[in-house]
């Protein structure tokens, strides 16, 4: 059974930082690019960034490009999101995902396995 187990979500002022992790089981982890989407009320779920199976290869939504870095250990089976120069519009629930395919990472239906999300709130 594949499992993705986010953390790190939390509340923050403008401008400060978290990182995100997403602990994954269940499956040959270093075969699948892994992304972060995120989700605010009343939006569709967005691409926020991805990177490929070995880690060389990363891709950003513009909205978040030079504030956020994504990585990944596989040795450890987990990826990390960190968020830094946080805004208020940052503010969603953020989800982890793993999929088999590198062409269109940032199309959601892309991705077969998702964690069950973690709440960032930026306080203004």
């Known amino acids: 059974q594949v499992q993705l187990v986010e953390s790190g979500g939390g509340l923050v002022q403008a401008g400060g930082s978290l990182r995100l992790s997403c602990a994954a089981s269940g499956l040959t982890f270093s075969a699948y690019v892994t992304g972060w989407f995120r989700q605010a009320p009343g939006k569709e779920r967005e691409f926020v960034a991805a990177i490929s199976t070995s880690g060389g290869s990363t891709y950003y939504a513009d909205s978040v490009k030079g504030r956020f870095t994504i990585s990944r250990d596989n040795a450890k089976n987990t990826f990390y999101l960190q968020m830094s120069s946080l805004k208020f519009e940052d503010t969603a629930v953020y989800y982890c995902?793993?999929?088999?395919?590198?062409?269109?990472?940032?199309?959601?239906?892309?991705?077969?396995?998702w964690g069950q999300g973690t709440q960032v709130t930026v306080s203004s």
């Open positions: 995902a793993a999929s088999p395919y590198w062409s269109n990472y940032d199309n959601k239906n892309r991705y077969a396995y």
